[in-house]
């Protein structure tokens, strides 16, 4: 009876729980489809489903539609992620699996720059971008992607790839293969749980981000969604909340979906540190 008892007060704290997190999207939900009247009303679901708030957010931008600002966000982050995970394979691979001069005092600054606030290095980032003539485009949010600036990625990578045993690397020597063969041959193909975990966390992160995209980003026509969400926010005019809320929830959706599918792969990049 005591186990029963456990077992209900334990499933009951975790659907209490997940209520909990799951209230902010039901209340983002709700308010996309109110009237923008009815938006300081405390029903969740307004009696009145407007469903017009999807077709007028799609295009409340003038002069643009959300189908350009979905495409920009694609196509950073899309670039963002293919840079990180090419990038940070490589040399992840270089500090578990290749021998070199102060291997480890590298690699220990790489981690102490885990530490650093992001605030420490956005003017002098900013210096550097304007002096290359790349503010205005996309160029500073995609190219450091390329150049493994997120030790947390190598990070990971370099652990999974420690896990893997050595001797799949000798068998490969004796077969004839080179190190980049190693690399892209044997040790990288076995990394997929951990390179799709870094490629979750690249995409969600940059589709996320508001701060680089609003400092480098000048052009209406190059903005991406969360720049596009605040369009809405006019001073000289009322805000429009029931379309705002509605490309909010199409907003979340690309990640969504990601997460989705990519859960299994996710869920092994973190659990585990190599193979068995």
């Given at each position: 009876?005591n186990t029963?008892l456990k077992?209900?007060?334990?499933?009951?704290v975790?659907?209490?729980?997940?209520l909990l997190m799951?209230?902010?999207?039901?209340?983002?939900?709700?308010s996309?489809?109110k009237?923008?009247?009815?938006?300081t009303?405390?029903?969740l679901?307004?009696s009145e489903?407007?469903w017009?708030n999807?077709?007028e957010g799609w295009?409340a931008i003038?002069?643009?539609?959300f189908?350009?600002f979905f495409s920009?966000?694609?196509?950073v982050?899309?670039?963002?992620?293919?840079?990180?995970?090419?990038s940070?394979?490589i040399?992840a691979?270089?500090f578990?699996?290749?021998?070199f001069?102060l291997?480890n005092?590298?690699?220990a600054?790489?981690?102490l720059?885990?530490?650093?606030?992001t605030?420490?290095t956005l003017?002098?980032?900013?210096i550097?971008?304007?002096?290359?003539d790349w503010v205005g485009?996309?160029?500073p949010?995609i190219?450091p992607?390329?150049?493994?600036?997120?030790p947390?990625?190598v990070?990971l990578?370099?652990q999974?790839?420690?896990g893997?045993?050595?001797?799949?690397?000798?068998?490969?020597k004796?077969d004839g293969?080179?190190?980049?063969?190693?690399?892209f041959?044997v040790?990288?193909?076995?990394c997929?749980?951990?390179?799709?975990t870094?490629?979750?966390f690249?995409?969600?992160?940059?589709?996320d981000?508001?701060?680089?995209?609003?400092l480098?980003?000048?052009?209406?026509a190059?903005?991406t969604?969360p720049?596009a969400l605040?369009?809405?926010?006019?001073?000289s005019?009322?805000?429009?909340?029931?379309?705002?809320?509605?490309m909010?929830?199409?907003?979340?959706?690309?990640s969504?979906l990601?997460?989705?599918f990519?859960?299994?792969y996710?869920?092994?990049?973190i659990?585990?540190?190599?193979?068995?």
């Open positions: 009876m029963i077992l209900a007060a334990r499933y009951i975790l659907a209490a729980g997940s799951i209230y902010p999207i039901l209340w983002l939900l709700g996309s489809l009237p923008n009247e009815q938006m009303s405390s029903q679901f307004s489903l407007r017009e999807f077709v295009s003038p002069g643009f539609t189908g350009q920009n966000s694609f196509l982050a899309g670039l963002s992620v293919v840079g990180t995970v090419l940070s394979a040399v691979f270089g578990a699996r290749i021998q001069p291997k005092l590298w690699f600054i790489l981690m720059t885990l530490m650093l606030p605030q420490v003017v002098p980032q900013y550097l971008f304007k002096s290359f485009t996309a160029l949010i190219v992607h390329f150049l493994a600036v997120s947390f990625f990070f990578i370099v999974f790839i420690r893997i045993p050595r001797d799949l690397d000798e068998s490969a004796i293969c080179s190190m980049p063969g190693i690399a041959r040790i990288l193909p076995l997929v749980p951990a390179l799709v870094a490629a979750l690249c995409f969600i992160w940059t589709w981000d508001f701060l680089a995209q609003m480098y980003l000048t052009d209406t190059k903005y969604v720049l605040r369009l809405f926010l006019d001073n005019s009322a805000v429009t909340w029931g379309p705002m809320y509605a909010a929830v199409l907003a979340i959706v690309p969504f990601l997460f989705a990519a859960q299994k996710f869920v092994e990049g659990a585990t540190t190599g193979i068995k």
